[in-house]
């Protein structure tokens, strides 16, 4: 499955991968830079006309970790870990084929960057659910398109070139 993808990134990496992508496609720290505008506790929809939903924390119960540490669920996730285990492995042959060192100074410029954009973000992205779960009307909100990218005015206003 590797060979028939040119990049495949891990979302528990997602700065990790970021960075490799960045590196590869000769991107920018500001190309790269994101804010969560949503997360468990929030409120997300998707098309305009779906209501806003609300993204519970999440939990795990007990009779749930006890199923997902049995037999048969591992051996029902057998080739996702497979998968998983090799992205995971391709991930680091590419940073080490990339440079420990170099990757690691635009991994910490990446991370300084985001520190910035949640600073000069904060309060500025409007996503299409208040915090009360309600719509928001589309010409009111910052999103490209649907809930995605609602970061993009403020992203494009930081001024991060001595990150580079």
Known sequence: ?????????????????????????????KDILYTRARSSGGWSNGPPERPCV???????????KRYFASPEWQQTIRGDMLLYEAANASLDRTIQALGQDEFQRHLNALREGLKLA???????????CNEGGESIPFVNNTCYIWGEAC???????LDIAHLE
């Open 118 to 128: 949640q600073e000069h973000c904060k309060g500025r992205v409007v996503t299409q």
């Open 1 to 29: 499955i590797l060979d028939d993808y040119n990049f495949i990134a891990i979302t528990e990496r997602m700065d990790e991968s970021l960075v490799v992508m960045k590196m590869l496609l000769n991107l920018t720290t």
């Open 54 to 64: 609300y993204i519970p924390p999440s939990f795990l119960t007990p009779g749930m």
């Open 151 to 157: 970061d993009h005015e403020c992203i494009n206003e």
